[in-house]
């Protein structure tokens, strides 16, 4: 039958669950309330990154990209922004903490932007064949992987955005932020049974026209086990090791202290004084950088020549 997806249904959605008004690009509440009802599932996006663009025109500055990677488990369709059989997509005005936003989906080698405030004409926004007039904006297919991206532009440089839903929560700096990690890959091999079909040569009697009997051969094929192979099942675990910001390293893990990013904070536990969660809990001596100036504010306990400083190289 497929799901129905209306911009004042995902407004609704975070308003109960969270008791807030939602000021991010609506983009992301089509695919929060696309995910809830289990239409499809996100399988991937691409992370924290720096834009500074407040602009479309200038070559100087940077856009804002966020990349998501979902599968489809059943048909569901988007409607414009300002459709909605019941109103409801007129009972909000709300601002976006960006200045301006395309939605684009990948289609052959480039990009086909998919206008969330007109209806679908073609194609390659989920449409049939030959059909150039649909109600809905775009259509997700049933049982397809989809790769989409959404271009956007600040309105100040500075502004430090997270273009998140759900459990998906990446952030938009202005400057360059990266994690380094150490990742271990391990394999597992599981038995598993495999199942196929089978051809058997059955007996079939039959009463000729002297009524006798008479029996022949008959192929039929059927399901049946065929034994045993094995899965090797690969899993990869990474550790956050250290942050590099604009060239400077936080290399916390060599000091022996755990770190966490919070927006534009990295809040720090120190070892024997804390119990290493990255929160900075009462009692605990931590150290909090703010990630736009390196700025460092210490909390807790004094020093002690066993714990190592932790310092910005």
């Not at 991206?149 to 400057?175: C, L, M, Q």
């Not at 026209?209 to 899965?231: A, F, R, V």
Request: aromatic share 14%.
């Amino acid at each position: 039958m497929g799901k129905r997806i209306y911009l004042q249904s995902a407004i609704a959605l975070v308003l109960l669950s969270t008791g807030i008004f939602y000021y991010g690009p609506d983009i992301f509440l089509y695919f929060k309330l696309a995910e809830e009802k289990g239409a499809i599932i996100i399988t991937g996006n691409s992370g924290d990154s720096s834009c500074t663009a407040t602009s479309w025109d200038n070559p100087l500055e940077t856009w804002c990209y966020a990349y998501i990677n979902f599968s489809v488990f059943e048909d569901n369709f988007w409607y414009p922004v300002n459709y909605d059989p019941y109103g409801r997509n007129n009972s909000f005005d709300f601002t976006p903490q960006v200045k301006e936003y395309i939605f684009q989906r990948s289609w052959g080698k480039g990009w086909r932007t998919i206008p969330l405030d007109k209806t679908c004409k073609g194609t390659w926004c989920g449409g049939k064949f030959g059909l150039k007039f649909n109600k809905f904006s775009v259509a997700w297919r049933e049982g397809r992987d989809y790769q989409v991206r959404i271009v956007a532009i600040k309105h100040n440089k500075e502004d430090i955005i997270k273009w998140g839903f759900g459990s998906v929560d990446p952030t938009w700096y202005e400057f360059k932020i990266e994690e380094i990690k150490e990742c271990v890959t391990t394999s597992k091999n599981k038995i598993k049974s495999k199942y196929g079909t089978c051809t058997k040569i059955i007996l079939v009697g039959t009463l000729d026209e002297n009524n006798i009997n008479q029996t022949s051969e008959k192929e039929i094929e059927s399901n049946c086990y065929l034994g045993t192979y094995i899965d090797i099942i690969n899993t990869t675990v990474c550790k956050t090791l250290a942050f590099e910001i604009e060239g400077k390293l936080i290399d916390f893990t060599k000091a022996g202290w755990n770190c966490k990013k919070e927006e534009y904070k990295i809040i720090c536990d120190a070892p024997y004084q804390s119990n290493l969660d990255g929160e900075c809990q009462s009692g605990e001596r931590c150290v909090i950088f703010d990630i736009r100036d390196l700025s460092r504010k210490d909390i807790g306990v004094s020093n002690t020549p066993k714990i190592k400083e932790l310092k910005v190289r």
